[in-house]
């Protein structure tokens, strides 16, 4: 199943949802969420992304993906994200 998350301004998310949840581990807004799981998929969408990657809606738990001192080399779409 796909993840539930969309926008107002027609972003719908491309991620599968997780077991038992209507909600990919990008978009799902818990603390205790899997860190491990959601920084290898940050870091599979950093290396696989050709043209721009989009964070849309990402909740970013604490202690996640920092991109302190990164220099993107695409577009970095963040509407919505929260850290």
Avoid: R, W
């Avoid at 990919?24 to 721009?52: A, M, P, Y």
Wanted: overall charge negative; hydrophobic content about 30%; glycine content about 2%.
């Amino acid at each position: 199943m796909m993840c539930d998350y969309s926008d107002e301004m027609d972003y719908k998310c491309p991620h599968e949802s997780l077991v038992d949840s209507d909600y990919c581990i990008f978009h799902l807004k818990d603390d205790d969420k899997n860190v491990d799981e959601f920084n290898s998929g940050i870091n599979e969408l950093l290396e696989t992304e050709e043209d721009s990657i989009d964070f849309s809606g990402f909740y970013f738990p604490p202690d996640s993906a920092n991109f302190t001192n990164i220099y993107f080399q695409k577009n970095v779409i963040l509407k919505n994200a929260t850290f």
